[in-house]
Structure formats: C-alpha cells, structure tokens
C-alpha cells in the first residue's frame, strides 16, 4: 500500500509540474480514491476562455463546427479553429497514469 501512495504522489507532481510548463495556474484538487485523470480534466476545462468553453459545450452537445458556427454567430472557419485549439489543450496534457506508468509519454 505504502508503494502505491508513492508512485501516486510521483504520478501527481508530474501532472502538476506538466500543466505548469503548460501555463495552467489553477490548483489540481486531488481527492484521495478520486479520479485523477478527472482532476487534471478538471484544471483544463476551467482554463479554457469563454469562447473555448462554450465551443466545447456546443460540442459536447452534438453540434458539428457548421452548427456551433450559426450558435455563436461566427465563421465556420473559426468554429473550426476555436475546437481545434480546445483539442490542441486537452490532448496536450499530461499522460494518463498507465502510460505514464509505463514510459509513454507522448
């Protein structure tokens, strides 16, 4: 048990130094037994901008980059740019605890 804790708390300084280096400021709110893989999800979505957040919400919703651009009344082309980047930030995180377990960090 005692190892376990350990390679968890390694697991979670790497989440924290990789979202620093990223420019995230807000703390990860680590709950023991949670999920922290929803935790570091957690700090990138409320990052995101208001624009970016409410793109991933129409998103979320179903909505192709046509649709989310007649919602916000933009350009499709800057639907598509705005999701890409929200993409671009939450792939970018830190890798999930078996990958980073094992070495592939991507």
Request: glycine residues 8%.
């Amino acid at each position: 048990m005692r190892a376990e804790r350990k390679l968890r708390e390694r697991y979670r300084a790497y989440c924290e130094e990789g979202l620093r280096r990223r420019g995230y400021s807000l703390p990860v709110e680590w709950r023991e037994g949670g999920d922290d893989a929803q935790a570091v999800m957690t700090v990138i979505v409320f990052s995101l901008s208001d624009t970016h957040s409410a793109v991933l919400q129409l998103c979320h919703e179903g909505l192709n980059t046509r649709q989310i651009a007649r919602r916000m009344w933009t350009f499709e082309r800057t639907a598509y740019r705005c999701l890409r980047q929200v993409i671009r930030r939450v792939c970018g995180g830190p890798a999930p605890f078996d990958q980073w377990l094992w070495g592939d960090r991507r």
